[in-house]
């Protein structure tokens, strides 16, 4: 009988430390997000588990801007966003993924794109860094969420926008001035434009461009959002670290 027992303990003793060594293993983050959807889709009942043993909390959004709220997240990386999936035999509520996505900082902003091949998950999610740091005041970032790289004219310079985030750019030059944009791909042995605008910014925001594929297919014609958030007032962006305008 003390043989099962001294058995016993040595298994449990084995198995309690084989997870806490996968528990450090694993990177904890700690992190404050916001969430902004893009495009057209179903923006309720979608869940986080804000510690490991917290209940789930549904997220609130905001066409086109970010959310009112700051989540909180304590946990492993990446994040997992969820919805209802029914409930098992036992009557309890399950959940199934529809997007997850890493976090590298403290303040995060979460982009939710509807996945159209939805065959992984849901949503495809981009996420930024939403400090000062990461985009300043008076500064601008592009987001190309077409899926192929666009040839940019943008305050007298050239550059290429590949998929994903560009930026920040700084609009020190350009406040308070009509700035040409013009967006070009390459279509056979030539280029295509396919937007050409003028842009005003005034001092004290920062802001975010959404570049979107166009809405009816075979058409050239992208979409263009200009998401503008004013910050003159936030002491936060006028720290050491963070210059001023």
Excluded at 76 to 86: K, T
Excluded at 231 to 243: C, I, L, P, R
């Amino acid at each position: 009988m003390k043989c099962i027992l001294i058995i016993t303990f040595c298994f449990i003793s084995n198995a309690f430390i084989a997870v806490s060594l996968f528990a450090q293993n694993e990177a904890l983050i700690r992190t404050k997000f916001r969430v902004m959807p893009v495009q057209s889709a179903k923006w309720t009942g979608i869940y986080y588990k804000p510690e490991v043993n917290a209940p789930m909390q549904e997220l609130k959004f905001q066409s086109l801007s970010r959310s009112f709220n700051r989540y909180s997240y304590y946990g492993v990386n990446p994040i997992i966003f969820y919805r209802e999936n029914g409930r098992n035999d036992d009557g309890e509520l399950t959940y199934k993924e529809v997007g997850k996505t890493s976090i590298s900082n403290n303040q995060t902003l979460i982009i939710f794109v509807p996945n159209a091949a939805n065959n992984l998950s849901e949503f495809n999610l981009i996420s930024l860094d939403d400090s000062p740091k990461g985009l300043p005041n008076n500064h601008l970032s592009f987001i190309n969420i077409t899926g192929i790289q666009l040839a940019c004219r943008f305050i007298e310079k050239n550059q290429f926008l590949k998929p994903g985030l560009t930026g920040p750019i700084s609009l020190k030059e350009a406040i308070k001035e009509n700035v040409f944009i013009g967006l070009a791909i390459q279509d056979g042995d030539r280029a295509r434009v396919i937007l050409k605008n003028n842009w005003y910014f005034y001092t004290g925001n920062r802001h975010l461009i959404l570049l979107l594929p166009p809405k009816k297919p075979g058409s050239y014609k992208i979409q263009a959002y200009r998401i503008s958030e004013f910050v003159g007032e936030n002491k936060e962006f006028y720290t050491n670290s963070v210059s001023k305008p």
